[in-house]
Every structure is written in structure tokens, then in C-alpha cells.
């Protein structure tokens, strides 16, 4: 079992930053997909970024560029730094651990544990 422990989320204003924070325990391990999703009120969970072990990093369209996926293996820690948030990028954000495979994926389905999501709302 991972344990994901999500913080770091909040209220910010159009153009701020937030970083959000997972810390991963239990049966950890560095070779494992590290991914963050976002769900917004009436919508689906989507893909948001994601990190190998190696610090190969994946980005949807919407946040390259202004979001940056990070992860100190030795901390169990993986890291979203989110810079120039627009009010569209409101929404309860997901840490996830794929263990089973270590490429990414851009679908929740290929997450096997989540954390219990961080709210992140964007005031325009």
C-alpha cells in the first residue's frame, strides 16, 4: 500500500502561484510514476503532469509552460509548482502513484493510488 498525502493548495489570485506538495509512505518506491490530475466542479478528473523516476515530465497543453512537475526521490516527495494560474485552472488537484509500469500515462485509470485531493481556487 502508498499512502499520498497532498498540501499546498489555496486561494490565489489571476496570475499568482501556488505549490502543492505529495508526500508519498507505506510502500514507497522511486521508480514509480508520480502524476497530478485536477477535477473541476461538473467535470472529469483530466491529466494535469506527471514524472517518471529519471525526471521525464509530461504536460497537458493548458499548463505547459507556466507548471513545472519536480520530485526528490529521497523525500518521497513529488512537487507542482504553479505559476501565471488562471481562473480556469480552479479545481481540487490529485497526487497519484502508478506502480505498476514506469512510463507515463495520461490516464487516471492508470493509477493505482491517489491522495485525497487539495483544493486550488483562482479568483479572476
Known amino acids: 500500500q502508498v499512502q499520498l498525502v497532498e498540501s499546498g493548495g489555496g486561494l490565489v489570485q489571476a496570475g499568482g502561484s501556488l505549490r502543492l506538495s505529495c508526500a508519498a509512505s507505506g510502500r514507497t518506491s522511486s521508480s514509480y510514476v508520480m502524476g497530478w490530475f485536477r477535477q473541476a466542479p461538473g467535470k472529469e478528473r483530466e491529466f494535469v503532469a506527471a514524472?517518471?523516476?529519471?525526471?521525464?515530465?509530461y504536460y497537458t497543453d493548458s499548463v505547459k509552460g507556466r507548471f513545472t512537475v519536480s520530485r526528490d526521490n529521497a523525500k518521497n516527495t513529488v512537487y507542482l509548482q504553479m505559476n501565471s494560474l488562471k481562473a480556469e485552472d480552479t479545481a481540487v488537484y490529485y497526487c497519484?502513484?502508478?506502480?505498476?509500469?514506469?512510463?507515463?500515462?495520461?490516464?487516471?485509470?492508470?493509477?493505482?493510488?491517489w491522495g485525497q485531493g487539495t483544493q486550488v481556487t483562482v479568483s479572476s
Open positions: 497519484a502513484a502508478r506502480t505498476a509500469f514506469d512510463y507515463i500515462s495520461y490516464s487516471a485509470r492508470a493509477y493505482n493510488y
Open positions: 514524472s517518471t523516476w529519471r525526471s521525464i515530465t
